[in-house]
């Protein structure tokens, strides 16, 4: 594992790793914002039928007398089952008998109305603009609002499959700067999309591109930072989430028209893929494949912006050889799909960690894509779930560093189940608890999130480390396409979608506790690397207990 002693010579903790920080995580807070977006974009405002009566001025003209709006409303809309008007039925004349004091709902039948065949009217009073109302994605439609979010759920699967073995074929840089440029082309291209289909296209093309940056931006900080440091570097990262959240919050309360809010979190990506060319591609997987002389220009180019000119011209092609020769003979073995799961200590690993990232999406986006149904106001509860995620966060990287990855992994995961789990006891009368509980729920997912992007980057090698994130993100994509899906339970028991919403990340978290511990180790460059670190620690745990007797002795 010489990569890391050269990593401390050209410094793992300076300018680079600083603006390198900056640079990669701001796209990380607009980045959620594409991911939060369809709370806002696609909210369903209230709506009715469209009736002559009510929006036709000419046929407003010819009513008798003088009618106020509600008495005409009475006579067109029947009401609906919350004894509000109805959202999807109109007359097909209009009810006179209806404005009788004596008159009730049962003067008329169900042969008596008709769907909405002339459209519907939208409340404007939240949003001006919603896809919903652009598509009308209401009554026999309404299935089309959550098909777009898996459609977008589905290319962040997709995406997480394809850039995770592309980066670690191309390398993460290049990706990522494919990734950015993508988003920025399919996110401005859906704000002007024609059609609903079109739109759905367009959504998967960015939640493929979001599924590469987030993979690239954890590994380059990951792979470019000390060990000291590195759960710092990581806990930064999973914070601009939490930012983005409030990010969203605050720009969708300030746009609220859905085109012109999809423009507005997409153009910024044209920056950032201009800026992209200056980051430094990862030169620990540059010397792992062989690339010598590009992985020694871009440790001198490190080390020039850390300020150690000395080490800048110390570095050398048989400096480099001699230090990792045996990282460069076994790097260059072939390493597959195949080897996460055959080879000795991975197979465990790689199942473990899978199912915790599958916890993470099914509970998260199970929550967090339905807001309105938490029956609050969407843009405070959105901003609130980013506040307190940051002080859990926070809080995680304390726990890292004091107790570990492991325990705090589990910890993380059991506490936000049991949190999901605690709201089917409270009554639905008692909404703020629902709601605080809730928030608590997915700040402890948010902390797990950040525990396992540490944890996944720490547990396999470098030649399969991208690939095994990918399929993380995959498992992570798949439990959140999964997680808007257990709502539909609700018609059995209101209770039941947050027991299953519960139970999965306290199973998960308690199954966690099976992996072995990486606090302080440094980054294992191949599969060698990480069998040597089980022989290590099953030796030292082997003597472990002959040094207290000799010393007892």
């Given at each position: 594992?010489?990569?890391?002693?050269?990593?401390?010579?050209?410094?793992?903790?300076?300018?680079?790793?600083?603006?390198?920080?900056?640079?990669?995580?701001?796209?990380?807070?607009?980045?959620?914002?594409?991911?939060?977006?369809?709370?806002?974009?696609?909210?369903?405002?209230?709506?009715?039928?469209?009736?002559?009566?009510?929006?036709?001025?000419?046929?407003?003209?010819?009513?008798?007398?003088?009618?106020?709006?509600?008495?005409?409303?009475?006579?067109?809309?029947?009401?609906?089952?919350?004894?509000?008007?109805?959202?999807?039925?109109?007359?097909?004349?209009?009810?006179?008998?209806?404005?009788?004091?004596?008159?009730?709902?049962?003067?008329?039948?169900?042969?008596?109305?008709?769907?909405?065949?002339?459209?519907?009217?939208?409340?404007?009073?939240?949003?001006?603009?919603?896809?919903?109302?652009?598509?009308?994605?209401?009554?026999?439609?309404?299935?089309?609002?959550?098909?777009?979010?898996?459609?977008?759920?589905?290319?962040?699967?997709?995406?997480?499959?394809?850039?995770?073995?592309?980066?670690?074929?191309?390398?993460?840089?290049?990706?990522?700067?494919?990734?950015?440029?993508?988003?920025?082309?399919?996110?401005?291209?859906?704000?002007?999309?024609?059609?609903?289909?079109?739109?759905?296209?367009?959504?998967?093309?960015?939640?493929?591109?979001?599924?590469?940056?987030?993979?690239?931006?954890?590994?380059?900080?990951?792979?470019?930072?000390?060990?000291?440091?590195?759960?710092?570097?990581?806990?930064?990262?999973?914070?601009?989430?939490?930012?983005?959240?409030?990010?969203?919050?605050?720009?969708?309360?300030?746009?609220?028209?859905?085109?012109?809010?999809?423009?507005?979190?997409?153009?910024?990506?044209?920056?950032?893929?201009?800026?992209?060319?200056?980051?430094?591609?990862?030169?620990?997987?540059?010397?792992?494949?062989?690339?010598?002389?590009?992985?020694?220009?871009?440790?001198?180019?490190?080390?020039?912006?850390?300020?150690?000119?000395?080490?800048?011209?110390?570095?050398?092609?048989?400096?480099?050889?001699?230090?990792?020769?045996?990282?460069?003979?076994?790097?260059?073995?072939?390493?597959?799909?195949?080897?996460?799961?055959?080879?000795?200590?991975?197979?465990?690993?790689?199942?473990?960690?899978?199912?915790?990232?599958?916890?993470?999406?099914?509970?998260?986006?199970?929550?967090?894509?339905?807001?309105?149904?938490?029956?609050?106001?969407?843009?405070?509860?959105?901003?609130?779930?980013?506040?307190?995620?940051?002080?859990?966060?926070?809080?995680?990287?304390?726990?890292?560093?004091?107790?570990?990855?492991?325990?705090?992994?589990?910890?993380?995961?059991?506490?936000?189940?049991?949190?999901?789990?605690?709201?089917?006891?409270?009554?639905?009368?008692?909404?703020a608890l629902r709601s605080a509980l809730a928030v608590l729920g997915l700040a402890g997912v948010g902390a797990a999130f950040t525990c396992i992007s540490i944890f996944t980057?720490?547990?396999?090698?470098?030649?399969?480390?991208?690939?095994?994130?990918?399929?993380?993100?995959?498992?992570?994509?798949?439990?959140?396409?999964?997680?808007?899906?257990?709502?539909?339970?609700?018609?059995?028991?209101?209770?039941?979608?947050?027991?299953?919403?519960?139970?999965?990340?306290?199973?998960?978290?308690?199954?966690?506790?099976?992996?072995?511990?990486?606090?302080?180790?440094?980054?294992?460059?191949?599969?060698?690397?990480?069998?040597?670190?089980?022989?290590?620690?099953?030796?030292?745990?082997?003597?472990?207990?002959?040094?207290?007797?000799?010393?007892?002795?």
């Open positions: 594992m010489a990569f890391s002693e050269l990593l401390d010579r050209v410094g793992g903790l300076g300018r680079f790793q600083i603006l390198q920080m900056v640079a990669l995580v701001v796209p990380i807070m607009w980045l959620t914002t594409q991911s939060m977006l369809e709370n806002f974009s696609a909210a369903v405002p209230s709506h009715r039928c469209w009736v002559p009566l009510l929006d036709n001025s000419t046929d407003q003209a010819s009513v008798p007398g003088t009618l106020s709006p509600e008495d005409l409303l009475t006579v067109s809309i029947p009401l609906g089952p919350n004894h509000e008007p109805h959202q999807c039925l109109r007359f097909r004349q209009p009810q006179w008998q209806l404005l009788d004091p004596n008159a009730t709902a049962t003067n008329w039948s169900e042969a008596a109305t008709e769907p909405c065949v002339d459209g519907w009217v939208y409340d404007n009073s939240t949003f001006t603009s919603t896809i919903v109302a652009k598509w009308d994605l209401v009554c026999d439609s309404h299935a089309l609002k959550p098909m777009a979010q898996s459609i977008y759920l589905s290319g962040m699967l997709v995406g997480a499959a394809v850039c995770g073995r592309a980066s670690d074929r191309f390398g993460r840089r290049l990706v990522l700067t494919w990734n950015y440029l993508q988003m920025a082309m399919s996110g401005t291209a859906a704000a002007f999309a024609p059609t609903f289909p079109v739109y759905c296209l367009f959504r998967f093309l960015v939640a493929f591109a979001v599924a590469g940056v987030m993979m690239n931006t954890g590994t380059l900080l990951m792979e470019w930072t000390s060990t000291r440091a590195r759960a710092l570097a990581m806990t930064l990262n999973t914070l601009g989430f939490s930012f983005g959240q409030v990010l969203m919050a605050t720009v969708a309360y300030g746009v609220r028209d859905w085109a012109l809010l999809q423009l507005v979190i997409s153009v910024p990506f044209f920056l950032c893929f201009v800026y992209s060319w200056w980051l430094a591609e990862s030169a620990r997987w540059l010397l792992i494949t062989g690339r010598l002389e590009q992985g020694l220009r871009e440790l001198r180019r490190v080390a020039a912006i850390n300020r150690k000119g000395a080490v800048e011209d110390s570095l050398t092609t048989e400096v480099l050889l001699s230090a990792m020769q045996e990282e460069l003979s076994a790097g260059q073995a072939p390493s597959s799909l195949n080897a996460l799961f055959c080879m000795p200590r991975l197979g465990l690993r790689t199942c473990i960690s899978t199912l915790c990232w599958f916890a993470f999406g099914f509970t998260f986006y199970g929550l967090a894509l339905d807001l309105q149904a938490l029956g609050s106001n969407i843009f405070l509860l959105q901003a609130l779930i980013g506040v307190v995620d940051i002080p859990a966060k926070i809080g995680t990287l304390l726990l890292l560093s004091r107790l570990g990855r492991r325990p705090t992994q589990a910890v993380s995961l059991v506490l936000s189940g049991l949190c999901i789990l605690a709201n089917t006891l409270v009554p639905y009368e008692m909404g980057g720490e547990l396999f090698p470098t030649v399969l480390r991208m690939t095994a994130v990918g399929l993380g993100q995959m498992a992570a994509r798949g439990g959140a396409i999964l997680g808007p899906l257990v709502r539909l339970l609700g018609v059995h028991g209101h209770s039941l979608p947050l027991l299953v919403y519960g139970a999965v990340p306290v199973l998960s978290g308690l199954v966690a506790l099976l992996l072995p511990e990486t606090q302080s180790l440094p980054l294992p460059d191949t599969i060698q690397d990480v069998q040597n670190q089980a022989i290590k620690k099953a030796t030292q745990s082997t003597l472990g207990p002959m040094v207290l007797k000799s010393t007892h002795l």
